[in-house]
């Protein structure tokens, strides 16, 4: 990959919730990039929330934790807040080739490996057929 394929990131929502999503506000901020956090209703007091440089509550009053799963919410709400990136943390959507696949369609940087990779390696068997095609043991 050369310098001029790389896109610099001016703004990225964490698309996950406690101590993880404080560790990437973290870096992020670090790195002077901008930060986008989501909460539920019910994460409204979470430390995740106030780390970030901006804050959106997702999802209804009486749901927990389905709306960090809410794929088109989430990059709808990323879309009209101008975020360059998503990094997904840890579990929720860090494995869902669906949610990489719509960030790659919308123009938005998904911070992890590319759909196709996550499609192959997520199938045991394919996992497996790429592996001997590459000669890895």
Known sequence: MSDSSLKRIHKLLVANRGEIAVRILRAA???????????????????????????????????????????????????????????PGYGFLSENVTFARRCKEEGIIFVGPDPEVMAQLGDKVAAKTLARRVNVP
């Open 29 to 87: 901020s670090e790195l002077r990039i901008r930060t986008v956090a989501i909460f539920t209703y019910e994460d409204r007091y979470s430390l995740h929330r106030y780390k970030a440089d901006e804050a959106y509550q997702i999802g209804k009053d009486d749901d927990p934790l389905k709306p960090y799963l809410d794929v088109e919410a989430i990059i709808h709400l990323a879309k009209s807040q101008g975020v360059d990136a998503i990094h």
